[in-house]
């Protein structure tokens, strides 16, 4: 390769902020391939905002001039203007939103717009710009759980009445209320809440101080900053600020995690509204048909809900490999945490966004639900727990209902049709009172337990999550207002 002389510089596009040190301009292919704009300029809003708050720091520490930072202030925010109006063209060739941003301030406002990168490297405020996005993002996804919350809760206050089988194995267990079998979920999503504002505490740590990696050599005030941008926080150690993206995978966990819990439901949802099941109606709104099969109603939201599950377990994966292998503290491979980050972030709004309103609109076939729970002997544990408190061993009572079972099994019976008589041969040690104990009712209503299905209990925990449900809105709420930018 020919070497360019002295200082001449065959740039023909936009020049480097880094191109003192270099003989040659960039090759086109590694400026296409090292660019990060086409999906980092998604940060653009954080990128202004850590700079304002930066420039309004160094003015305040006597590092610039206040008419300076002014200055910097107001063509930041005419550049956060052009953007949002459409009037801004990102260049690949000034590599990431940082430098498009900073360039495109030069060339506003002049040499004064060179002034703002003091004290600052790219590496801390990209690591900045990332925790403000995240920042939002997970109370936006908080928001959008607390709203599927409030669905699954009016959908389980409507069906504490209905009874259905409850499965272990996919086989029929015991009965249960639907109310309390939706609940489980509303458990599920409730964790994926907490997991979600524990996560907060980690991303509000504010990282501008670090500078590349030891930490800025002017007299910078990082608390000044976190103030101004409402983190709680600074970075204790200049070289994990730098070079920490724990935050980022730990935000695709937690969506791994949402993703689980509404694949897990989508699948359940996709079983009960086949005809083998038929527990439950899809709305027409939220199904699609067949090109080919004129019949055909398919759940097909639920099916890709369940589908890019597997894409945002693939972006936490992405992001461990991604990290597990650098040294401290910056190294370029960081670049690629937001592809695989913004995919998780976008693919778990999607879903929160579509299935609080699908299961808003599901038709519970309670009917159905009932008479599939009166039959397959649901109250067989009821019959050996009733043989327990006349004194049997649990075991012999378990083997006494069993065969109980077999003998309706070849009858073509169910327990709570045998007669005086065949109870007298099956189980003599029943009593009389044996019919009365094994309606599905009854059954239901003995789990009266703390967790357990019996309305009661059902009832007392709708009316914790009630509560719960608006102690995380006031937390919510007060976590924004504390992130709302005084800027
Ligand atoms: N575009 C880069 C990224 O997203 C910004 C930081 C670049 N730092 C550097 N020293 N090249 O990671």
Redesign the pocket.
Same mark, same amino acid.
């Given at each position: 390769m020919k070497k360019a002389k002295g200082k001449q510089n065959r740039l023909e596009g936009p020049k480097k902020a880094w191109s003192g040190r270099f003989r040659e301009a960039t090759a086109p292919e590694v400026e296409r391939f090292t660019e990060?704009v086409s999906f980092?300029q998604r940060l653009y809003r954080q990128d202004i905002l850590g700079s304002i708050a930066h420039a309004r720091m160094l003015a305040h520490q006597g590092i610039l001039a206040a008419g300076e930072a002014e200055r910097i202030e107001q063509g930041l925010k005419e550049i956060a203007e052009e953007i949002e109006t459409g009037r801004f063209r990102f260049r690949s060739q000034l590599?990431? %939103?940082?430098m498009n941003i900073e360039a495109r301030l030069i060339e506003k406002i002049g040499d004064v717009g060179g002034k703002l990168h003091t004290a600052r490297?790219?590496?801390d +405020? %990209?690591a900045l710009d990332m925790r403000l996005y995240l920042r939002e993002v997970v109370d936006e996804v908080r928001g959008q759980l607390l709203g599927l919350h409030d669905v699954l809760l009016d959908r389980a206050e409507e069906t504490v009445e209905v009874l259905l089988p409850g499965y272990t194995h996919l086989q029929k267990a015991q009965p249960v209320r639907l109310a309390h079998h939706l609940m489980a979920y509303y458990q599920m999503f409730a964790r994926d809440e907490q997991r979600l504002s524990q996560l907060r505490e980690r991303v509000d740590v504010m990282p501008l101080g670090a500078g590349?990696i030891a930490g800025s050599g002017y007299p910078v005030n990082p608390s000044f900053v976190a103030k101004l941008l409402g983190f709680s926080r600074v970075a204790p150690n200049s070289m994990d600020a730098v070079s920490d993206r724990d935050f980022a995978i730990e935000f695709c966990y937690a969506a791994s995690m949402i993703l689980l819990h509404l694949s897990r439901w989508s699948e359940e949802l996709i079983l009960w509204s086949s005809e083998a099941f038929g527990f439950v109606t899809l709305a027409d709104a939220f199904c699609t048909g067949s090109s080919m099969m004129p019949q055909k109603k398919n759940p097909d939201v639920l099916e890709l809900v369940r589908g890019k599950a597997g894409g945002v377990y693939g972006d936490l994966q992405a992001l461990l490999v991604l990290m597990k292998g650098l040294p401290l503290t910056?190294q370029?491979d960081? +670049?690629e945490?937001?592809v695989p980050l913004f995919h998780a972030v976008d693919t778990v709004a999607a879903c929160l966004s579509v299935f609080p309103v699908l299961l808003r609109s599901v038709h519970f076939e309670a009917g159905r639900m009932r008479l599939e729970a009166e039959q397959g002997f649901l109250n067989a544990t009821d019959l050996a727990d009733h043989l327990v408190r006349q004194g049997i061993p649990f075991r012999r009572a378990h083997a006494v209902a069993g065969r109980a079972v077999r003998y309706c099994l070849d009858k073509d019976k169910k327990l709570e049709d045998l007669t005086r008589r065949e109870w007298e041969r099956l189980a003599p040690d029943a009593g009389p009172g044996v019919e009365r104990i094994l309606g599905i009712e009854k059954v239901v209503e003995a789990r009266n337990i703390p967790g357990g299905t019996a309305k009661r209990q059902v009832l007392r925990q709708l009316r914790r999550a009630r509560a719960e449900l608006q102690k995380r809105r006031g937390r919510l709420e007060k976590d924004k207002e504390k992130s709302a930018l005084g800027l």
């Amino acid at each position: 390769m020919k070497k360019a002389k002295g200082k001449q510089n065959r740039l023909e596009g936009p020049k480097k902020a880094w191109s003192g040190r270099f003989r040659e301009a960039t090759a086109p292919e590694v400026e296409r391939f090292t660019e990060s704009v086409s999906f980092d300029q998604r940060l653009y809003r954080q990128d202004i905002l850590g700079s304002i708050a930066h420039a309004r720091m160094l003015a305040h520490q006597g590092i610039l001039a206040a008419g300076e930072a002014e200055r910097i202030e107001q063509g930041l925010k005419e550049i956060a203007e052009e953007i949002e109006t459409g009037r801004f063209r990102f260049r690949s060739q000034l590599e990431d %939103v940082h430098m498009n941003i900073e360039a495109r301030l030069i060339e506003k406002i002049g040499d004064v717009g060179g002034k703002l990168h003091t004290a600052r490297s790219r590496n801390d +405020q %990209v690591a900045l710009d990332m925790r403000l996005y995240l920042r939002e993002v997970v109370d936006e996804v908080r928001g959008q759980l607390l709203g599927l919350h409030d669905v699954l809760l009016d959908r389980a206050e409507e069906t504490v009445e209905v009874l259905l089988p409850g499965y272990t194995h996919l086989q029929k267990a015991q009965p249960v209320r639907l109310a309390h079998h939706l609940m489980a979920y509303y458990q599920m999503f409730a964790r994926d809440e907490q997991r979600l504002s524990q996560l907060r505490e980690r991303v509000d740590v504010m990282p501008l101080g670090a500078g590349a990696i030891a930490g800025s050599g002017y007299p910078v005030n990082p608390s000044f900053v976190a103030k101004l941008l409402g983190f709680s926080r600074v970075a204790p150690n200049s070289m994990d600020a730098v070079s920490d993206r724990d935050f980022a995978i730990e935000f695709c966990y937690a969506a791994s995690m949402i993703l689980l819990h509404l694949s897990r439901w989508s699948e359940e949802l996709i079983l009960w509204s086949s005809e083998a099941f038929g527990f439950v109606t899809l709305a027409d709104a939220f199904c699609t048909g067949s090109s080919m099969m004129p019949q055909k109603k398919n759940p097909d939201v639920l099916e890709l809900v369940r589908g890019k599950a597997g894409g945002v377990y693939g972006d936490l994966q992405a992001l461990l490999v991604l990290m597990k292998g650098l040294p401290l503290t910056y190294q370029r491979d960081m +670049q690629e945490d937001k592809v695989p980050l913004f995919h998780a972030v976008d693919t778990v709004a999607a879903c929160l966004s579509v299935f609080p309103v699908l299961l808003r609109s599901v038709h519970f076939e309670a009917g159905r639900m009932r008479l599939e729970a009166e039959q397959g002997f649901l109250n067989a544990t009821d019959l050996a727990d009733h043989l327990v408190r006349q004194g049997i061993p649990f075991r012999r009572a378990h083997a006494v209902a069993g065969r109980a079972v077999r003998y309706c099994l070849d009858k073509d019976k169910k327990l709570e049709d045998l007669t005086r008589r065949e109870w007298e041969r099956l189980a003599p040690d029943a009593g009389p009172g044996v019919e009365r104990i094994l309606g599905i009712e009854k059954v239901v209503e003995a789990r009266n337990i703390p967790g357990g299905t019996a309305k009661r209990q059902v009832l007392r925990q709708l009316r914790r999550a009630r509560a719960e449900l608006q102690k995380r809105r006031g937390r919510l709420e007060k976590d924004k207002e504390k992130s709302a930018l005084g800027l």
